[in-house]
T-cell receptor, first 110, second 115 residues
Framework: AQSVAQPEDQVNVAEGNPLTVKCTYS??????LFWYVQYPNRGLQFLLK??????LVKGSYGFEAEFNKSQTSFHLKKPSALVSDSALYFC????????FGAGTRLAVHP | KAGVTQTPRYLIKTRGQQVTLSCSPI?????VSWYQQTPGQGLQFLFE???????NKGNFPGRFSGRQFSNSRSEMNVSTLELGDSALYLC??????????????FGPGTRLTVL
């Protein structure tokens, strides 16, 4: 069965510093991987996805993710964090439906 | 283009009642999926509809049902509500191309509280 894991419940970053939110996956076949962000009392917003091709995927709001097949990882990154990036981030894999990780809360401090 | 809309945004019901939630997908999108989000279980897939047919179903009891209309709008129904049904119910739509890699776009959700 397909699954994703987000090993960190919370990530704390100072504003202006680079951020990384980790995700590892377990899939059979080609992985179709997604990142979503959720702000308080809001639905999920799509950030980016990896289907095939370049291992570095660029997405919305300056986010990017690096697909690493050997490490079965798909970490979300941003070169310079903003306080407004503070939110709940979900990694997901497609298996006829989206299968989500538990989520990682990102807190960016001024 | 307008996003996915869900109504109502908030709902309070008592145990034993039933509830209907509505979802209007992005114009042109034909697939609608429903997810339940709770603090304990996270995000879990309920079901997916495409062209008025249920295409996939998650692991939820038969009290949870849904349907899709010819205009792609979808409703989900929960009968005989239990306290554990309190959750944020999210609807997502996609425009199926090849299938697996289609991006799902989410609505703001309906917050259901069961007392």
């Amino acid at each position: 069965a397909q699954s994703v894991a987000q090993p960190e419940d919370q990530v704390n970053v100072a504003e202006g510093n680079p951020l990384t939110v980790k995700c590892t996956y377990s899939v059979s076949g080609n992985p179709y991987l997604f990142w979503y962000v959720q702000y308080p009392n809001r639905g999920l917003q799509f950030l980016l996805k990896y289907i095939t091709g370049d291992n570095l995927v660029k997405g919305s709001y300056g986010f990017e993710a690096e697909f690493n097949k050997s490490q079965t990882s798909f970490h979300l990154k941003k070169p310079s964090a903003l306080v407004s990036d503070s939110a709940l981030y979900f990694c997901a894999v497609i298996d006829n439906k989206l299968i989500f990780g538990a989520g990682t809360r990102l807190a960016v401090h001024p | 283009k307008a996003g996915v809309t869900q109504t109502p945004r908030y709902l309070i019901k008592t145990r034993g009642q039933q509830v209907t939630l509505s979802c209007s997908p992005i114009s042109g999108h034909r697939s609608v999926s429903w997810y339940q989000q709770t603090p304990g279980q996270g995000l879990q897939f309920l079901f997916e509809y495409f062209s008025e047919t249920q295409r996939n179903k998650g692991n939820f009891p038969g009290r949870f049902s849904g349907r899709q209309f010819s205009n792609s709008r979808s409703e989900m129904n929960v009968s005989t509500l239990e306290l554990g049904d309190s959750a944020l119910y999210l609807c997502a739509s996609s425009f199926p191309l090849a299938g697996a890699e289609d991006t799902q776009y989410f609505g703001p959700g309906t917050r259901l509280t069961v007392l």
